[in-house]
C-alpha cells in the first residue's frame, strides 16, 4: 500500500506490535467478562433471594390457612355424637356436611378417625378410592393426635397416591376429660398441586425437600419424588418405615454441585432429567416449621449474555481507542508529510500564480473588446427593433389606405350624386330668388344643407379610419364596430346587391381592445369578402356574434368560392394572395392577424358548410361597463 511504501516499518518491531495489540484485547475482554460475570451473579443471587422469599412465604400461607379447622370439626355436636355410637347412627348426614366444609375451604379431603385408627366418615364417601374403612393408625399426624395434640404430616394418599399435607386434631366425647386417650381424630387433607402450578409460570425451578432430601414438590414434574442425592440405607429404611411416600423408587435427580459461593449459594448443573445441559444459580432456604428447605435453581442464561455483551463492547471500545491511536500516529506522520509537501509546492503555485496573473489579464482585454461588440449588437438590435416597429405600424396604415383605395369608387359615387343635387338646387334657388319666391328658394336651400352634412359625415367616416390606432385598449362593444364597417360599404353593398344576415346577442357583448384596429380588421374581412363574392349571382354576407362565458366570437361568413384546402395554411403569410396583379398586396389578412393577437385573440379561417370561407375573431370578453352590478375586478380585466 502507498503508507507502507513510505513509511516501512522494519518486519520484527511491526510482528511485535501486533502481538502486543491482540495481546492487550485478549486481557481487556477477559478482564471485562470476569467482571460482568460477576455483577450479573450478584444480581441474579439477589433475584433468586427475594423470589425464593415470595415463594416461601406463599407455600407457608396456602398450608397455615387451614390448620385450624380440624380442631373447629372436632368440637361440632354432630361429630361427636356420631363418634359415640357410629354402629347405631346413619353416616350420610355426618358424611354430607365433611363434603360440605371440605368445598368451602378448597381442600381435597376430610375424614374422620375413631381411636382404632379407622375411618367411620369422610368426604369422599361417594368416590371409589373413599377413605371410609381405612385404618391410618400408622400415620404420624394419627399418633400425634393420639397424644393429646394438633398434628401434621405430609406424604402420598395411600388410596389416592396423591401428594398432600395433612392436619389433625384430637376428638373427645368429654372435652371436660382431656387428660384421657382421645376418642377419635378429625384429619383434613390440602394438596400441594396449587402452589406447583403458580411456581411452574416463573422463570426458575422451585423445589421443595424434606429433612431426608427427598424432593416432594417441584415446579417440573419430573422432578417430584426424586432426591437432591442418593438416600443412604439408613435414610430409605426410615423413609419406607413410615410410608411417606409409598412404594415411589426416590430416585437421585442427577443435581451435581459445581462451585459453592456460600454456605447456600452454589452453582450447580443436572447430569440427567430434564433440566440437563445447563447450569443454574441454586440458592436455599429454611422451613423450620416444617422441617423443610426450599430451593431455587435460575438458569445461568442471563450471566452468560451479560459476560457476552461485555466482552463485545470491551472489544469494541478497546478496537476504537486501538484506531484512534493508529489513526492520530497516521495523521502525525501525514502532518509532516504534507508540510513537507507544502513547502515544495508553494514555490510552484508561485509560478502558477504568475501565470495565472498574466493570463487573466489577458483574458480580461479580450473580455472588455467581446462586452464592447455585445454592446454595440445589442444597440444595432434595437434600433432594427424600432424600425421593425416602425414598418410595421406603417404597413398597418398602408393597408388601411389600400382599402380606402378600394372604396374611392363607392365614395366618388357617394359625393357625385349630393354634389349634383347641390348644383341643381342652387340654380333652383337663384331662379326663384330672382321671381321673388322666397319658401320656394327657403327649401332648396334646406336640400342643400342636408347634403352638405350628409357628405361630411362621408368625410369623417374615412378620417377615421384612416388615423392612427393608439396603443391603450378600452372597452369595446361589438355590434357598433360592426355597423362602422358597414357603413363604409353601404354603397358597394347596394349596388352589387348583397343581402345581409345579422345574428346579434340580445345583450351587448364587450371585449377589451382598441376600436381603431378592431374596426380596420372587421373593415379588412367585410372588404375581403364582398370582394370574393363580386361574381356571385346572390351574394350572401353573414355577420353573427356569438358571446360565450370567457370569450366573444366575431364571424364574417361568405357564399363565395370559398378557400382551397391547400390555401388555408398560407393565407395569414405577409405577402401571399391568390388576387389578380394589382388587386392587393397580400398584407390584409397577415396585418389582421397580428392585430387581434396584440388584443389578446387569436383570427381563424375555415371552409363553410354552405360554401365559401368563414372568419372568425376570437377576443376575451368582459363585463358590461355600465352595468351596476358589474364585478369591480371586470373593470380591470
Known sequence: MPFQRRFPIPLRPRTLLVLGVIAGLILCMWQTS????????????????????????????????????????????????????????DPMPLNRMLDRFRATANVSD???????????????????????????????????????????????????????????????????????????????????????????????????????????????????????????????????????????????????????????????????????????????????????????????????????????????????????????????????????????????????????????????????????RLSAEIEERQRAEDSLRATRDELVQAAKLAVLGQLAAGINHELNQPLAAIRAYTENARAFIARQRVESADANLAQVLELTERMADISAQLRQFSRKSGDNLTAVAVTPCFAYALRLFQSRIQESQVTIAQHWPTQEAWVRADPVRLEQVLVNLIGNALQAMSEIPEPRLTLAIVAEATCVHLDVIDNGPGIPEAHLTRIFEPFYTTKTMGSGLGLGLSISRRIIEDLGGQLDASGHNDGGAHFRVTLPRIADPDDPARPEESSHA
Open 34 to 89: 470476569r467482571l460482568a460475570r460477576e455483577q450479573a451473579l450478584q444480581a441474579l443471587r439477589q433475584d433468586a433471594e427475594n423470589e425464593l422469599r415470595l415463594s416461601a412465604a406463599s407455600l407457608v400461607g396456602h398450608l397455615s390457612r387451614h390448620d385450624y379447622l380440624p380442631e373447629l370439626l372436632a368440637s361440632r355436636e354432630m361429630v361427636k355424637r356420631f363418634l359415640s355410637d357410629p354402629d347405631a347412627q
Open 110 to 372: 376430610i375424614y374422620l378417625l375413631d381411636h382404632t385408627g379407622e375411618t367411620i366418615a369422610a368426604s369422599n364417601w361417594h368416590r371409589p378410592d373413599t377413605f371410609i374403612g381405612q385404618n391410618y393408625r400408622f400415620r404420624p399426624y394419627y399418633q400425634e393426635a393420639m397424644a393429646g395434640k394438633n398434628g401434621s404430616f405430609f406424604g402420598l394418599g395411600i388410596q389416592s397416591q396423591d401428594r398432600g399435607y395433612y392436619f389433625s386434631a384430637p376428638v373427645w366425647l368429654d372435652e371436660s376429660a382431656t387428660e384421657d386417650r382421645p376418642d377419635g381424630v378429625m384429619v383434613l387433607k390440602v394438596l400441594l398441586d396449587t402452589v406447583e402450578t403458580g411456581w411452574a409460570e416463573q422463570d426458575a425451578e422451585l423445589l421443595v425437600t424434606d429433612h431426608d432430601g427427598v424432593i416432594f414438590m417441584a415446579s417440573h414434574p419430573e422432578l417430584r419424588l426424586t432426591t437432591m442425592a442418593p438416600l443412604t440405607t439408613a435414610q430409605r429404611q426410615a423413609v419406607t418405615a413410615s410410608r411417606r411416600y409409598g412404594d415411589a423408587a426416590l430416585p437421585p435427580s442427577g443435581l451435581r454441585e459445581h462451585h459453592r459461593r456460600d454456605t447456600r449459594t452454589r452453582l450447580v448443573g443436572f447430569d440427567s432429567g430434564p433440566l440437563a445441559g445447563q447450569r443454574y444459580l441454586s440458592l436455599a432456604r429454611p422451613m423450620a416449621d416444617f422441617d423443610w428447605h426450599i430451593h431455587i435453581q435460575k438458569p445461568l442464561t442471563p450471566v452468560h449474555q451479560a459476560q457476552w455483551l461485555a466482552a463485545v463492547l470491551a472489544g469494541g471500545l478497546y478496537g476504537l481507542i486501538a484506531l484512534g491511536v493508529g489513526i492520530g500516529w497516521q495523521r502525525l506522520r501525514l502532518r509532516r508529510e504534507r508540510e513537507r509537501f507544502a513547502e515544495r509546492e508553494r514555490h510552484t503555485l508561485a509560478q502558477a500564480r504568475d501565470e495565472l496573473e498574466r493570463h487573466v489579464e489577458s483574458r480580461t482585454r479580450d473580455l472588455v473588446a467581446t462586452n464592447r
